[in-house]
């Protein structure tokens, strides 16, 4: 496993390595991206091969504007509109495949639309401009497990498998981008993340939902595989809003009142704050993880703004573990 600090220099080899078919690891505002070069199969084929991930969910390209975005997918209207407001930055669209759309099938996992995102992180755009194609890239962890917020996280996970893990320092968002389908004339919100419900409909107006149990009659085709239910899991137990946590149990606290308690405790803001509380989400599950608990007992966290995302994440993170279909 090779980490190198995101220089100037260190960005044009990942570049190359990318251009050659190989796999780099590199930081977002959101989290760690594991990229290939979107328009190469193999390339993509060795995501999937990394993370264990199964092919049928597909993979987020990455441009660095709409220009180039709209060479990949059709943009309606009402995509430019979220485009001009939210790119660059963490909102990912889910449209048509352009007519020669020069993205791998395997990156789209066959369907007839691809997700595009247009990254704010200056690394990620430095290395997306020099690779010179669009970069597919899952969040950097094992298939169904804790999302990468650090290049350790990165290494811990996938090391080997990658060729260089560019590290740009933790994530700023520390919580995926927000996916958001705009195929139809109504915006469909995929997956809540990084831009808030409440900032894309004051754009878009209201949206719907495409709850996980829409499409649970086909497991292997939903409409967004990431609503699987298990996912974001660590390898310890995960039980929601928690009042009076169980000797033996790590805490995952958030807020000023934590109840008294002997074992493993993070807070991921003492003060309430969900901006604070996202940035140190993952790193606190893998941390809590890491103490050797059977189970952690997570304090409620409010459904408002960010705590949707939030608490999207944590649902699925104490979900059962039968259905791996994780990203
Ligand atoms: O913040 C992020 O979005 C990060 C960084 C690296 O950009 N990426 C990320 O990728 O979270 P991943 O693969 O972990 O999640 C992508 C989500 C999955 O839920 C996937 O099913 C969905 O986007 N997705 C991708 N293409 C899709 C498509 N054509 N239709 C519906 N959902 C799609
Ligand atoms: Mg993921």
Not at 19 to 26: I, K, T
Not at 123 to 138: D, K, T
Not at 207 to 226: C, I, K, Q, Y
Request: hydrophobic share 45%; with cysteine; aromatic share 4%.
């Amino acid at each position: 496993m090779s980490v190198h600090a995101a220089t100037p220099d260190a960005v044009a080899r990942a570049a190359a390595l990318l251009r050659g078919g190989r796999l780099v690891a590199f930081p977002t505002e959101t989290v760690y991206g594991l990229g290939a070069d979107a328009t190469d199969g193999r390339a993509v084929a060795e995501i999937f091969e990394a993370k264990g991930r199964p092919r049928f969910n597909p993979l987020i390209v990455h441009v660095t504007d709409a220009a180039w975005a709209g060479e990949i997918g059709v943009l309606q209207p009402v995509a430019r509109k979220l485009a001009e407001a939210f790119w660059p930055g963490p909102l990912t669209l889910v449209v048509a495949r352009a007519p020669g759309c020069p993205v791998a099938e395997l990156a789209t996992a066959g369907l007839d639309t691809v997700a595009l995102r247009v990254p704010s992180h200056a690394v990620a755009r430095a290395l997306i401009e020099a690779a010179g194609v669009p970069v597919a890239a899952p969040s950097a962890n094992r298939s169904g497990h804790v999302s990468a917020t650090t290049a350790q996280h990165v290494a811990a996970d996938l090391g080997p498998h990658v060729a260089m893990i560019l590290d740009g320092g933790p994530c700023e968002h520390g919580i995926e981008s927000t996916v958001l389908d705009v195929t139809g004339a109504v915006p469909r919100l995929l997956r809540p993340g990084a831009v808030t419900t409440a900032a894309i409909e004051r754009v878009a107006g209201a949206l719907t939902t495409a709850a996980t149990g829409e499409t649970a009659n086909d497991p292997r085709r939903p409409a967004s595989p990431g609503l699987l239910a298990s996912h974001y899991a660590p390898g310890a137990a995960v039980r929601l809003d928690v009042t009076a946590p169980r000797p033996g149990e790590a805490l995952l606290a958030f807020g000023p009142a934590v109840p008294a308690h002997d074992g493993p405790c993070r807070n991921l803001s003492p003060t309430g704050d969900l901006r604070e509380a996202a940035a140190a989400l993952f790193s606190a599950l893998r941390e809590l993880d890491a103490s050797g608990a059977r189970c952690i007992a997570v304090m409620p966290i409010p459904a408002q703004g960010l705590g949707e995302a939030i608490r999207d994440r944590l649902g699925r993170a104490a979900a059962p573990r039968d259905c791996d279909g994780g990203s």
